[in-house]
């Protein structure tokens, strides 16, 4: 089973601020590899697949890159909405499997 | 709109069984891969199970494998998840997710808390 870890596990960011999330695989996944956003009390929303594309209706201040084991999501200037916890995820072989996550919170 | 609802959730004992249901809507159901993930009490997500949109093809977490089943009714446009022998670790918000493809899920439900305690 592939193994997702997340740095950091905290990130304290001011509003405007850039934030740049870490994910990396214990092995190769290509580029099936998708980020979620979860506030408190809801369901995750898919923001990022195939390591780059933005999901229906997400705005371009979130991109993705990377590929193969090293990935990162980047929000370009924080809005207050965007403090949530972020997961990546990789579908390149089964099971799924989510990283533990990155908390984005308010400095 | 694009809708998952879950039901089907409660308090159980452990070694019993319960049957998740996820009600579809908004979308053509039988053209889509379906996935259950589940999320313990203030930990992460946790991929669980899929099965293919004719039900055909189905995978599971080691964590379960053996214990649940994943099923789907096309004509009903709903998906199940059969939880049997649960235990304390079965405890979680389960989520209902469609495919956008292979393994990448667009729509989720709300979630169903299962709670397993004696």
């Known amino acids: 089973e592939i193994v997702m870890t997340q740095s950091p596990a905290t990130l304290s960011v001011s509003p405007g601020e850039r934030a740049t999330l870490s994910c990396r695989a214990s092995q190769s996944v290509s580029s099936n590899l998708a980020w979620y956003q979860q506030k408190p009390g809801q369901a995750p929303r898919l923001l990022i697949y195939g390591a780059s594309a933005r999901a229906t209706g997400i705005p371009a201040r979130f991109s993705g890159s990377g590929s193969g084991t090293e990935f990162t999501l980047t929000i370009s200037s924080l809005q207050s909405e965007d403090f949530a916890v972020y997961y990546c995820?990789?579908?390149?072989?089964?099971?799924?499997?989510f990283g533990p996550g990155t908390k984005v919170d308010i400095k | 709109q694009v809708q998952l609802v879950e039901s089907g959730g409660g308090v159980v004992q452990p070694g019993r069984s319960l049957r998740l249901s996820c009600a579809a809507s908004g979308f053509t159901f039988s053209s889509y891969g379906m996935h259950w993930v589940r999320q313990a009490p203030g930990k992460g997500l946790e991929w669980v199970a899929v099965v293919s949109y004719d039900g055909n093809t189905k995978y599971y977490a080691d964590s379960v494998k053996g214990r649940f089943t994943i099923s789907r009714d096309n004509s009903k446009n709903t998906l199940y998840l059969q939880m049997n022998s649960l235990q304390a670790e079965d405890t979680a918000v389960y989520y209902c997710a469609k495919e956008l493809s292979r393994g990448t899920l667009d729509i989720w439900g709300q979630g169903t808390m299962v709670t397993v305690s004696s």
């Open positions: 995820q990789q579908y390149n072989n089964w099971p799924l499997v």
